[in-house]
């Protein structure tokens, strides 16, 4: 590919971007779409992120349903007296905003607003980046969905703390993918964190479509793993277990927000 390809060249597609359900698989190999739907835990777990909790994973890309709806750790505290009434919110659905430089693309992610959060705006203005020590989490965010990355930085950058601090052991890591490295130099200094999907093609799909084997490329440029961190099942690109991305596509052609599809109903 040729490096000189100009930045103006950065484009955001509404019609390419999408919400997803999204899992991760482990180990490397594509699963048929029954494995996906039906294998339990075995072999895959949903991705989640929730907001206003209690727990100290609020924010943090989660693996797992440690703290699904179901489970009462995630919800005792909204009913205790004196603590008045909380509004937690569970997201399982994630909006790809897809971005083409030449003949390569690379996604915004952020919350969705679908299924139960349908009606949330604009209360998950959040975009997924990395901690310092490259767990992955929603950063609270004022720029717009689908704005070009080459915007002009804020004067201010908030930066989000790791969920264990003070215990983190730095381990070798792979270094940045060189094959995807114009994308990376673009995401330095700049407002939108990109990330990469390795295997995907988004003009392909189709409401409905799932597609797993999928390897998913920080903003740093490199590879996520899981993380199992006393009890719970992080996302980081510096250490952890290797294994794939899975997504089930529930709307293509999303907008970016504030104005998410009007007539986007529960997946």
Same mark, same amino acid.
């Given at each position: 590919?040729?490096?000189?390809?100009?930045?103006?060249?950065?484009?955001?597609?509404? $019609?390419?971007?999408?919400?997803?359900?999204?899992?991760?698989?482990?180990?490397?190999?594509?699963?048929?779409?029954?494995?996906?739907?039906?294998?339990?835990?075995?072999?895959?777990?949903?991705?989640?992120?929730?907001?206003? %909790?209690?727990?100290?994973? %609020?924010?943090? $890309?989660?693996?797992?349903?440690?703290?699904?709806?179901?489970?009462?750790?995630?919800?005792?505290?909204?009913?205790?007296?004196?603590?008045?009434?909380?509004?937690?919110?569970?997201?399982?659905?994630?909006?790809?905003?897809?971005?083409?430089?030449?003949?390569?693309?690379?996604?915004?992610?952020?919350?969705?607003?679908?299924?139960?959060?349908?009606?949330?705006?604009?209360?998950?203005?959040?975009?997924?980046?990395?901690?310092?020590?490259?767990?992955?989490?929603?950063?609270?965010?004022?720029?717009?969905?689908?704005?070009?990355?080459?915007?002009?930085?804020?004067?201010?950058?908030?930066?989000?703390? %790791?969920?264990?601090?003070?215990?983190?052991?730095? $381990?070798?890591?792979?270094?940045?993918?060189?094959?995807?490295? $114009?994308?990376?130099?673009?995401?330095?200094?700049?407002?939108?964190?990109?990330?990469?999907?390795?295997?995907?093609?988004?003009?392909?799909?189709?409401?409905?479509?799932?597609?797993?084997?999928?390897?998913?490329?920080?903003?740093?440029?490199?590879?996520?793993?899981?993380?199992?961190?006393?009890?719970?099942?992080?996302?980081?690109?510096?250490?952890?277990?290797?294994?794939?991305?899975?997504?089930?596509?529930?709307?293509?052609?999303?907008?970016?927000?504030?104005?998410?599809?009007?007539?986007?109903?529960?997946?």
């Amino acid at each position: 590919m040729n490096e000189t390809l100009p930045m103006s060249e950065y484009i955001f597609q509404p $019609l390419l971007s999408f919400n997803a359900k999204c899992y991760w698989q482990f180990g490397e190999e594509p699963l048929s779409d029954r494995e996906l739907l039906t294998s339990r835990g075995e072999r895959v777990k949903p991705l989640w992120v929730e907001f206003n %909790d209690w727990n100290g994973d %609020d924010g943090w $890309l989660m693996s797992g349903r440690d703290y699904s709806p179901e489970e009462i750790q995630s919800f005792v505290r909204d009913t205790l007296p004196l603590t008045g009434p909380r509004q937690r919110i569970y997201c399982e659905y994630f909006w790809f905003g897809v971005y083409r430089i030449g003949d390569l693309y690379a996604y915004e992610i952020r919350p969705a607003y679908a299924g139960i959060n349908v009606g949330r705006w604009p209360e998950l203005e959040y975009v997924l980046d990395v901690s310092r020590n490259g767990y992955l989490g929603m950063y609270p965010t004022d720029t717009p969905a689908g704005r070009s990355p080459l915007s002009t930085p804020p004067t201010v950058a908030m930066v989000m703390p %790791d969920p264990l601090p003070g215990i983190y052991v730095c $381990l070798p890591t792979d270094p940045p993918a060189d094959s995807r490295g $114009l994308l990376f130099r673009y995401r330095k200094g700049k407002v939108t964190p990109l990330w990469t999907l390795g295997g995907l093609e988004p003009d392909t799909l189709k409401e409905g479509d799932i597609r797993t084997g999928l390897e998913l490329y920080g903003p740093t440029g490199r590879i996520v793993r899981r993380l199992i961190e006393q009890g719970r099942a992080y996302l980081n690109d510096r250490t952890g277990h290797r294994g794939r991305l899975a997504i089930q596509v529930v709307h293509k052609g999303v907008p970016p927000h504030p104005h998410p599809r009007a007539n986007a109903a529960d997946a």
